[in-house]
């Protein structure tokens, strides 16, 4: 195993990768930015490097500085969460041309899955089904409306190179698809540097299903069942749950099945997710693979008893998978909700601030990861993910029961503070959620104005949730939609001081 492992990221995943990395006896560098050196994650760091001012682009972005620290550490390996670098190729492939190990797929490999069309494209010829629409991209609104008249509104115009919910545009009628293929364009080059769109059909009344994969570098792959994410605000999850309830098991074991055939197609290693919309006849419609560790991963390791980020630094070792299909056993119903700080009542507008008050939820068979505390500054700057609260219990309606309990424990506030906790106990106390005959439009539904009042126009969907993008040519989205310019940065950009270090004694 390595003996030292730098980790490239902040908040809760930062400290759930150090606790892996310690349990294995491996030690750990955090980097960060100067709005996080008093960090729950820098505290206990055997080293700490600071890489730059607040903003992302300048230190959790900058690559060049992320990878002389870790020269500078001597460490081995670089394990970047989710968001940020975790799905940049660039990186992974800098990463390796100095001589540093990138927990994750290979460069070329992320590359081909983060283009979506090209992940399409690859999914299609390893035999998954695909949602109606164009393998490839559209260069002109002519050939965007072949495609829409040939497999009927309503659909959705989505970039190429998008992700995180990003760029994407609902189009009702064919009326409105010009416009929408322009917009989308637009804001697809600003955000990405990378224009391409595609069309496919719109599942509206669809439920989001993922599948979680485990790959090595020797053939070897597993899939750990599924997970439901169809609580979904922007196309961003905040209620998650394992495995996928109310699809009979037939669905469940084909979905499974096709995915982990896609991720070992294409030469998939470490821990990934293959994700599906599955319609009313519970027909599977590939949309991408996510080449990193996920939010939600805790209910997939509630419900099997797999350390999956202890997986990932051991496949990232050369290791060869030590499960088999055959070692999988999924037990019980595990759920997940995020809790962020923002305020549901101003269309979910963030509401950081000073944490006065800061405890936690506990009890039997409940988790919270969090890196938040007693007079802990929730950050502007950075996404708004305060903690995730999963609990599990045999069957689904003991699960959700704890839930509610324990996010009814939860204590949080500060002079502006507030969360999203008030609107997840809101869904689970919804019938259609609580007899899982919920879809993705569930928090549309809930959100909706009370008849009478005039609802929002226009379905296209913003750009992101957190600042504003710069233009670059390629962006990584942040764990919950924001974005931030990424792509590869020279080693000469480098000041010339060099990142600050500091070692825990």
């Known amino acids: 195993m390595f003996d030292k492992v730098l980790i490239a990221n902040r908040g809760e995943i930062a400290l759930r990768v150090l606790r892996a990395c310690r349990e294995l006896g491996v030690r750990t560098v955090v980097v960060h930015s100067s709005a996080d050196a008093d960090s729950l994650p820098v505290r206990l760091a055997d080293e700490a490097v600071r890489i730059g001012p607040a903003a992302s682009r300048r230190s959790y972005l900058n690559a060049a500085a992320i990878v002389e620290a870790a020269r500078q550490t001597g460490a081995q390996a670089v394990h970047p969460g989710y968001g ?128 979680q994969v485990l790959c090595d570098g020797h053939g070897n792959g597993v899939h750990l069942g599924t997970r439901d994410c169809s609580v979904q605000r922007r196309h961003q999850k905040l209620i998650e749950e ?56 805790p209910v997939t390791e509630m419900v099997s008893g797999i350390d999956l980020v202890r997986e990932q630094l051991h496949v990232a070792y050369g290791t060869p998978l030590r499960l088999r299909q055959s070692d999988v056993r999924l037990d019980g119903v595990a759920i997940e909700c995020r809790v962020n700080v923002e305020d549901p009542d101003r269309d979910f507008a963030p509401a950081p601030g000073r944490l006065d008050r800061f405890r936690p939820p506990g009890g039997p068979f409940t988790r919270v990861d969090t890196h938040g505390h007693v007079g802990y500054l929730v950050s502007p700057h950075y996404d708004s993910l305060l903690a995730k609260v999963a609990v599990w219990a045999p069957d689904r309606d003991a699960a959700l029961d704890r839930l509610d309990r324990a996010l009814a424990e939860f204590d949080v506030a500060g002079p502006g503070v507030r969360t999203t906790i008030p609107f997840a106990r809101r869904v689970l106390r919804d019938p259609a959620f609580r007899a899982a005959r919920h879809t993705t439009a569930l928090v549309e539904r809930l959100l909706a104005p009370p008849a009478g009042d005039t609802p929002p126009t226009g379905d296209a969907l913003p750009a992101g949730d957190g600042p504003p993008a710069e233009a670059a040519r390629a962006v990584v989205p942040d764990p919950r939609g924001a974005a931030e310019p990424g792509g590869r940065t020279p080693v000469s950009a480098v000041p010339a001081a060099g990142p600050t270090t500091w070692r825990n004694r």
């Open 84 to 211: 940020f670098l975790s799905e940049d190729a660039d990186f992974a492939e800098i990463c390796a041309e100095n001589g540093l190990v990138f927990v994750g797929p290979p460069p070329q490999v992320m590359a081909a899955l983060a283009d979506k069309s090209t992940a399409r494209a690859l999914m299609s010829n390893a035999g998954l089904p695909l949602p109606p629409g164009s393998v490839r991209t559209l260069p002109t609104v002519g050939e965007a409306q072949e495609v829409a008249a040939e497999v009927g509104y309503p659909v959705i115009v989505k970039a190429a190179a998008g992700g995180g919910g990003r760029g994407m545009t609902v189009v009702r009628s064919a009326a409105e698809l010009p416009r929408a293929y322009a917009r989308t364009r637009a804001a697809a080059q600003v955000a990405f540097g990378d224009d391409r769109v595609y069309v496919e059909r719109y599942l509206a009344d669809a439920r989001h299903v993922e599948v």
């Open 242 to 297: 394992a495995p996928a309830p109310a699809l009979r098991q037939a669905t469940l074991d084909t979905v499974a099945e096709v995915a982990l055939r896609g991720a070992l197609s294409v030469g998939f290693t470490g821990a990934g997710t293959v994700e599906f919309l599955v319609d009313e006849a519970e027909r599977c419609h590939f949309l991408e693979i996510n080449c990193r560790i996920q939010v939600e991963h």
